[in-house]
């Protein structure tokens, strides 16, 4: 996170019944989140790489589940693996190339996709208790968003990587997701950038 955790809670007085973390890769966050009293079993992780998932169940991590998330369900892809693991996407690269010229695929992994409403529904993940969002899926953020439109009222905070430049090849940039989040009361309070790299994190807050 480019922006630490604990300064977003402590500036915003953030008052967190419950998170849902998409792109867990290995939980890094997990620490940051329990600082605060969050509750391990009030977060929910969801990571499209089926090896991570199985890592982190190895370490007793609960509530994560595998998947791929698109706004469609059962599109057939091949999933991206980077050689640094946490580029992995199931866009191909763009001006990532340019400015992580040693970041490179170094595999593809056949898949279905999975819209988070379905995800959520299949595995009964208590939504209405979760209320903080976590999305790091390198360009498909604004995607996740409208794969689960119909639950955002329980969501107060967004935490999400943004890009100002296409990173990935047809990935969402930051206004685009400034726009869709407008209509349901969330400004963006909070943005730092990767340098010049055309990405970063941005955090929104619903306000009305």
């Not at 998947?67 to 946490?86: L, R, T």
Request: hydrophobic share 35%; net charge negative.
């Amino acid at each position: 996170m480019l922006i630490p955790f604990w300064q977003l809670y402590q500036q915003y007085n953030l008052n967190i019944s419950g998170i849902l973390h998409i792109g867990a890769h290995e939980c890094e966050e997990l620490k940051d989140y329990v600082r605060f009293n969050i509750n391990p079993l009030q977060i929910y992780w969801i990571e499209a790489q089926q090896n991570k998932v199985d890592q982190m169940k190895l370490k007793n991590i609960p509530n994560i589940y595998q998947a791929i998330i698109d706004d469609v369900d059962d599109k057939e892809i091949h999933f991206n693996i980077s050689n640094n693991g946490q580029s992995s996407s199931i866009l191909e690269f763009g001006t990532h190339l340019i400015h992580h010229p040693q970041v490179h695929f170094t595999q593809q992994i056949k898949g279905k996709t999975k819209r988070l409403d379905t995800l959520i529904e299949e595995n009964n993940i208590p939504i209405e208790h979760l209320n903080f969002m976590n999305l790091d899926i390198q360009g498909v953020e604004l995607r996740a968003l409208k794969s689960m439109e119909k639950y955002l009222h329980h969501i107060n905070y967004i935490y999400t990587e943004v890009n100002s430049d296409y990173v990935y090849k047809d990935c969402n940039l930051v206004g685009e997701i400034d726009g869709y989040l407008s209509p349901f009361g969330f400004t963006r309070v909070a943005t730092k950038m990767a340098g010049n790299a055309g990405w970063g994190d941005a955090f929104y807050i619903k306000t009305k």
